[in-house]
């Protein structure tokens, strides 16, 4: 069953045009001794019953966000995602559609695309979007060297620990070997140390990146940093959380150039850390680094608006090796959905979400802090994730909480190590996330259940 | 039916006070904003989004859908693209709780059964390849020619080696030199053949202790079988060197050859093309990598580790290699595409792996013949999945270029092949036709080309005549950019 169309008479047939008395014959031009021999080594076929029998039997020995309650946070969220996101975005002329490079076959992807660009500028308060990146840790990366390109500086790079531990590596495995130094600032008290900052910034600094709210849930001073990176002729990379712009200034109103964030929580589900969401957004000055695709508008013979591919001379399929990355597929699909997502939220929808995690998550700061031995790791403002430690590992706590059906973290020590932080710290500290979606009453028993 | 009503765009629909999605009260305690967050963080508004009501969002997004064609809608012979059948099961399935909902932190024990699909997954895409390692982390192929290149560098800088060069064909894809470029390495184009294959002399001449890797699409972009790939693998081994398979046309060979088998050291897929993902519009995709047993030890974590206790007892978990190159993205991998690939490797088997890449083989030399009276195809008698025609002559003869032909065709409810690409072949026009499509299409398309063919040159510049827009304007486009809209938000 490949879902084939082929009847022996019409396979017949076709070989008959093709002039050949068999498809072997076809596949003479592989050498016979690279052919391989018999069928490959692989399970054996399923019908779409057996198959769904299957999956279903192995989802079950999975357990996610909706079957346990879900305070995981460290870049991924468990947040609503409205039923118009599945609906839009499950339909077969979007997901199975190609790179629109037929506009005129395309328009439906385009102008979504053209609105998703121009949802992301409104969002992030800067000029210019792409039509997305992978994921947030190579939006981040992607906007370091975007930044080492229009600087002209490949001496360092700055990163406030507060940035996600994976993504520094993510920026390490991309830069590391054009002898670009990759510098990180410690934190203090869970937030930037902007005395320890200043001293790794000089005139060879391409970008300083801070991440606001950063890996601890903690509020950065965004501002602050900007002006340092400006005072040295470096740029400001700023990684946002979308949702947090309910509430939030926006990255270009704290002088962020490059904003990028990752975008899962824009109506995309947690699948186990992907497909997500890459964005990345500019100043106008920059539009010419941009990695990736761009949508313009435009009209066509008859003057009739309509929406292209534009700048297409960045991208590798012109330029090859000279491109502004290697970027080909992006995450269309993905950006499909934050752009319904944003679209059904309007700004009171986004305002509602970004407070309710913030009122709840307080809570739940207030309510979990109470319990004995656990404390907050740090006193810094945040929004909807902070960080608890105690004198116990915090597996300790983890394993209290799932086995009462409750999902906590992660433990600072599942993450790369962060800069500020002691072994120790890592070992005792540990993430708790409040979305929208959860209730008092499951703070509340988790509480209870961390107390017991 | 299409609406015929002029589209507009979101920020032209917006009514101030128009709302979509509500959300509850608080249910905890309510402290004012100002009290939890420092005055100087705050907004003063939220950022202006569009005002719409949620009938609003769904008729303009399902009137957008319509102006699409896809493959759901259409024969989509797009070259290099493997535009094949979506199967629905796998958009049931890849939506499961247990699947879709799993945090990447969650602890391991809670979700062994999705661990155990995506251990299955590594251990078939290993089998397919011929490669024994399987790094599932990158997210695309271009992200997995990357990935690969920066393995080879790892392991050239353990054995004390300093290696600068990576080689390519040049009907290679962009993202070869593109990946290469920013992994560090120098880009050395390699001329072709009359043939367009692998020129073993000119590869001679390039390859050296300096040379790292030597990057190819295997079939190549002419849609044929490199007939001298294991010289010229030898060629890079006897160097030093290693070779990189672009796996973007594995949907001709899967279950007929195997890059581990033809000389490959590291290779990738793409499963939004040979595995179904499906390609969204421009993705995500999933370009997993696999590798030769001496370079596992580098390659991106985690991957998928599977341990049998003196009981039986099975359990997966997440460990990183011992060298590992590090992170190429956060989180595990493109997951959601992955599962549609095992799904679909799951629904065919060995057997219909090896069915879908004959008939793929077959329904390609099939549109090839019967094109070949009216449209030259200058590399190959036969060919595998695709292949490349050239609209050379027909442009002598009367005018008609690859463009030309590409935009009628959507006149005529077929989306274009690829055109000018590759760059060997002038006025290129690649077809891949796939296994999921009947000769009955193929014959439809075949007539449709004819006809074309006929047409008066002049009013086939103006095509396409009978879709939502006739051609657009690049130039505009491009000379002055506008790449969001004016803020037209309405009371």
Same mark, same amino acid.
């Given at each position: 069953?490949?879902?084939?169309?082929?009847?022996?008479?019409?396979?017949?047939?076709?070989?008959q045009t093709i002039g050949v008395p068999s498809i072997d014959e076809l596949l003479t031009?592989?050498?016979?001794?690279?052919?391989?021999?018999?069928?490959?080594?692989?399970?054996?076929?399923?019908?779409?019953?057996?198959?769904?029998?299957?999956?279903?039997?192995?989802? #079950?020995?999975?357990?996610?966000?909706?079957?346990?309650?879900?305070?995981?946070?460290?870049?991924?969220?468990?947040?609503?995602?409205?039923?118009?996101?599945?609906?839009?975005?499950?339909?077969?002329?979007?997901?199975?559609?190609?790179?629109?490079?037929?506009?005129?076959?395309?328009?439906?992807?385009?102008?979504?695309?053209?609105?998703?660009?121009?949802?992301?500028?409104?969002?992030?308060?800067?000029?210019?979007?792409?039509?997305?990146?992978?994921?947030?840790?190579?939006?981040?990366?992607?906007?370091?060297?975007?930044?080492?390109?229009?600087?002209?500086?490949?001496?360092?790079?700055?990163?406030?620990?507060?940035?996600?531990?994976?993504?520094?590596?993510?920026?390490?495995?991309?830069?590391?070997?054009?002898?670009?130094?990759?510098?990180?600032?410690?934190?203090?008290?869970?937030?930037?140390?902007?005395?320890?900052?200043?001293?790794?910034?000089?005139?060879?600094?391409?970008?300083?990146?801070?991440?606001?709210?950063?890996?601890?849930?903690?509020?950065?001073?965004?501002?602050?940093?900007?002006?340092?990176?400006?005072?040295?002729?470096?740029?400001?990379?700023?990684?946002?959380?979308?949702?947090?712009?309910?509430?939030?200034?926006?990255?270009?109103?704290?002088?962020?150039?490059? #904003?990028?964030?990752?975008?899962?929580?824009?109506?995309?589900?947690?699948?186990?850390?992907?497909?997500?969401?890459?964005?990345?957004?500019?100043?106008?000055?920059?539009?010419?680094?941009?990695?990736?695709?761009?949508?313009?508008?435009?009209?066509?013979?008859?003057?009739?608006?309509?929406?292209?591919?534009?700048?297409?001379?960045?991208?590798?399929?012109?330029?090859?090796?000279?491109?502004?990355?290697?970027?080909?597929?992006?995450?269309?699909?993905?950006?499909?959905?934050?752009?319904?997502?944003?679209?059904?939220?309007?700004?009171?929808?986004?305002?509602?979400?970004?407070?309710?995690?913030?009122?709840?998550?307080?809570?739940?700061?207030?309510?979990?802090?109470?319990?004995?031995?656990?404390?907050?790791?740090?006193?810094?403002?945040?929004?909807?994730?902070?960080?608890?430690?105690?004198?116990?590992?915090?597996?300790?706590?983890?394993?209290?909480?799932?086995?009462?059906?409750?999902?906590?973290?992660?433990?600072?020590?599942?993450?790369?190590?962060?800069?500020?932080?002691?072994?120790?710290?890592?070992?005792?500290?540990?993430?708790? #996330?409040?979305?929208?979606?959860?209730?008092?009453?499951?703070?509340?028993?988790?509480? #209870?259940?961390?107390?017991? | 039916?299409?609406?015929?009503?002029?589209?507009?765009? *979101?920020? !032209?629909?917006?009514?101030?006070?128009?709302?979509?999605?509500?959300?509850?009260?608080?249910?905890?305690?309510?402290?004012?904003?100002?009290?939890?967050?420092?005055?100087?963080?705050?907004?003063?508004?939220?950022?202006?989004?569009?005002?719409?009501?949620?009938?609003?969002?769904?008729?303009?997004?399902?009137?957008?859908?319509?102006?699409?064609?896809?493959?759901?809608?259409?024969?989509?012979?797009?070259?290099?693209?493997?535009?094949?059948?979506?199967?629905?099961?796998?958009?049931?399935?890849?939506?499961?709780?247990?699947?879709?909902?799993?945090?990447?932190?969650?602890?391991?024990?809670?979700?062994?059964?999705?661990?155990?699909?995506?251990?299955?997954?590594?251990?078939?895409?290993?089998?397919?390849?011929?490669?024994?390692?399987?790094?599932?982390?990158?997210?695309?192929?271009?992200?997995?020619?990357?990935?690969?290149?920066?393995?080879?560098?790892?392991?050239?800088?353990?054995?004390?080696?300093h290696r600068t060069k990576v080689v390519f064909p040049a009907s290679a894809h962009g993202?070869?030199?593109?990946?290469?470029?920013?992994?560090?390495?120098?880009?050395?184009?390699?001329?072709?053949?009359?043939?367009?294959?692998?020129?073993? =002399?000119?590869?001679?001449?390039?390859?050296?202790?300096?040379?790292?890797?030597?990057?190819?699409?295997?079939?190549?972009?002419?849609?044929?079988?490199?007939?001298?790939?294991?010289?010229?693998?030898?060629?890079?081994?006897?160097?030093?060197?290693?070779?990189?398979?672009?796996?973007?046309?594995?949907?001709?060979?899967?279950?007929?050859?195997?890059?581990?088998?033809?000389?490959? =050291?590291?290779?990738?897929?793409?499963?939004?093309?040979?595995?179904?993902?499906?390609?969204?519009?421009?993705?995500?995709?999933?370009?997993?990598?696999?590798?030769? =047993?001496?370079?596992?030890?580098?390659?991106?974590?985690?991957?998928?580790?599977?341990?049998?206790?003196?009981?039986?007892?099975?359990?997966?978990?997440?460990?990183?290699?011992?060298?590992?190159?590090?992170?190429?993205?956060?989180?595990?991998?493109?997951?959601?595409?992955?599962?549609?690939?095992?799904?679909?490797?799951?629904?065919?088997?060995?057997?219909?792996?090896?069915?879908?890449?004959?008939?793929?083989? *077959?329904?390609?030399?099939?549109?090839?013949?019967?094109?070949?009276?009216?449209?030259?195809?200058?590399?190959?008698?036969?060919?595998?999945?695709?292949?490349?025609?050239?609209?050379?002559?027909?442009?002598?003869?009367?005018?008609?270029?690859?463009? !030309?032909?590409?935009?009628?065709?959507?006149?005529?409810?077929?989306?274009?092949?690829?055109?000018?690409?590759?760059?060997?072949?002038?006025?290129?026009?690649?077809?891949?036709?796939?296994?999921?499509?009947?000769?009955?299409? *193929?014959?439809?398309?075949?007539?449709?080309?004819?006809?074309?063919?006929?047409?008066?040159?002049?009013?086939?510049?103006?095509?396409?005549h009978t879709l939502p827009i006739s051609r657009p304007s690049d130039v505009q486009a491009?000379?002055?950019?506008?790449?969001?809209?004016?803020?037209?938000?309405?009371?």
């Amino acid at each position: 069953m490949a879902y084939l169309f082929r009847t022996p008479q019409q396979q017949t047939e076709m070989l008959q045009t093709i002039g050949v008395p068999s498809i072997d014959e076809l596949l003479t031009q592989i050498p016979a001794g690279l052919q391989h021999r018999g069928l490959l080594k692989l399970p054996p076929a399923l019908t779409e019953i057996e198959l769904e029998q299957h999956v279903r039997r192995l989802a #079950a020995d999975s357990d996610g966000a909706s079957t346990r309650t879900c305070f995981l946070g460290g870049g991924a969220y468990d947040h609503f995602i409205p039923s118009v996101v599945d609906e839009i975005t499950g339909r077969g002329e979007f997901y199975t559609a190609y790179t629109p490079y037929q506009a005129e076959a395309s328009q439906g992807s385009l102008q979504a695309f053209f609105e998703y660009q121009s949802l992301i500028c409104e969002l992030t308060g800067l000029d210019v979007s792409n039509a997305s990146l992978y994921e947030g840790g190579s939006a981040i990366s992607e906007a370091v060297t975007m930044a080492m390109r229009s600087t002209d500086r490949r001496g360092n790079v700055v990163l406030c620990g507060g940035v996600h531990p994976e993504a520094v590596q993510v920026v390490q495995t991309h830069v590391l070997h054009f002898g670009t130094d990759v510098r990180v600032a410690p934190l203090v008290n869970g937030v930037t140390d902007h005395a320890a900052l200043a001293k790794l910034v000089d005139d060879q600094t391409a970008a300083i990146v801070v991440q606001d709210p950063n890996v601890l849930g903690a509020l950065e001073d965004v501002a602050a940093v900007s002006a340092l990176a400006h005072q040295q002729g470096a740029l400001c990379i700023v990684a946002f959380d979308p949702l947090s712009l309910g509430v939030l200034k926006r990255p270009g109103e704290r002088g962020a150039d490059i #904003a990028v964030a990752e975008g899962q929580s824009l109506g995309i589900p947690l699948q186990f850390g992907g497909p997500y969401l890459g964005v990345l957004a500019c100043k106008n000055e920059f539009v010419r680094k941009l990695p990736g695709r761009l949508i313009g508008e435009t009209v066509d013979r008859n003057g009739k608006r309509c929406f292209v591919l534009n700048l297409q001379a960045r991208e590798q399929h012109i330029r090859r090796e000279k491109a502004t990355s290697n970027i080909c597929t992006n995450q269309g699909l993905m950006a499909l959905r934050a752009t319904v997502y944003l679209a059904q939220m309007g700004p009171q929808g986004l305002r509602e979400v970004a407070e309710l995690c913030c009122q709840k998550a307080h809570y739940a700061a207030e309510k979990l802090a109470a319990v004995p031995g656990l404390k907050r790791f740090s006193t810094a403002p945040f929004l909807k994730e902070f960080a608890l430690t105690s004198d116990k590992p915090a597996s300790h706590w983890q394993t209290k909480a799932e086995a009462a059906g409750f999902d906590i973290g992660p433990c600072l020590n599942r993450l790369p190590a962060i800069l500020g932080m002691s072994a120790v710290d890592r070992d005792r500290a540990f993430l708790v #996330a409040v979305t929208e979606c959860r209730t008092k009453d499951d703070i509340d028993r988790l509480a #209870a259940a961390l107390q017991s | 039916m299409r609406n015929t009503q002029a589209v507009q765009l *979101l920020s !032209e629909l917006s009514h101030t006070g128009r709302r979509a999605e509500t959300f509850p009260a608080a249910d905890v305690p309510a402290h004012s904003l100002a009290d939890m967050i420092p005055a100087e963080y705050l907004a003063s508004q939220p950022p202006q989004l569009p005002e719409l009501t949620e009938p609003d969002v769904v008729r303009h997004y399902v009137n957008l859908s319509t102006l699409n064609m896809s493959v759901d809608t259409h024969f989509y012979p797009l070259g290099s693209c493997t535009m094949k059948y979506n199967p629905k099961r796998h958009e049931r399935l890849a939506k499961l709780p247990g699947i879709v909902d799993v945090h990447p932190y969650q602890s391991a024990a809670n979700m062994q059964g999705l661990l155990a699909i995506l251990y299955e997954m590594q251990e078939m895409l290993a089998e397919i390849a011929g490669l024994p390692a399987v790094s599932m982390q990158p997210a695309a192929g271009a992200q997995g020619e990357l990935t690969a290149l920066l393995v080879a560098a790892a392991y050239f800088r353990d054995k004390g080696e300093h290696r600068t060069k990576v080689v390519f064909p040049a009907s290679a894809h962009g993202t070869n030199p593109a990946s290469a470029a920013i992994a560090g390495f120098d880009c050395i184009q390699l001329p072709a053949t009359a043939n367009g294959f692998i020129d073993l =002399d000119a590869l001679r001449k390039v390859v050296d202790k300096d040379t790292a890797v030597f990057m190819v699409t295997n079939p190549n972009t002419l849609g044929l079988f490199e007939p001298d790939i294991a010289a010229a693998a030898q060629i890079l081994h006897d160097a030093g060197g290693l070779v990189y398979i672009d796996g973007a046309n594995m949907n001709a060979i899967m279950g007929i050859t195997r890059p581990g088998d033809f000389g490959g =050291d590291m290779m990738h897929y793409n499963v939004h093309k040979t595995f179904t993902g499906p390609h969204g519009a421009g993705g995500p995709g999933a370009g997993p990598i696999g590798v030769r =047993d001496f370079l596992k030890d580098y390659l991106p974590g985690p991957i998928i580790t599977k341990t049998t206790a003196v009981d039986g007892q099975v359990t997966y978990d997440l460990t990183t290699p011992v060298k590992s190159i590090g992170r190429v993205r956060t989180h595990f991998g493109n997951v959601g595409i992955l599962l549609r690939g095992y799904f679909y490797l799951r629904t065919l088997g060995a057997q219909g792996v090896r069915d879908a890449a004959e008939q793929a083989i *077959l329904n390609a030399n099939y549109l090839k013949a019967v094109l070949a009276p009216i449209l030259n195809v200058p590399m190959g008698k036969y060919c595998l999945h695709e292949f490349v025609a050239s609209a050379s002559d027909v442009l002598k003869a009367r005018g008609i270029s690859a463009m !030309e032909i590409a935009k009628r065709l959507l006149d005529f409810g077929f989306h274009a092949p690829t055109v000018y690409f590759p760059l060997v072949v002038p006025e290129a026009l690649m077809m891949e036709p796939t296994e999921t499509e009947s000769k009955e299409t *193929l014959d439809a398309f075949a007539a449709a080309v004819a006809k074309i063919l006929e047409e008066d040159a002049a009013f086939l510049k103006n095509a396409p005549h009978t879709l939502p827009i006739s051609r657009p304007s690049d130039v505009q486009a491009a000379r002055n950019p506008v790449l969001k809209w004016t803020p037209c938000l309405r009371d």
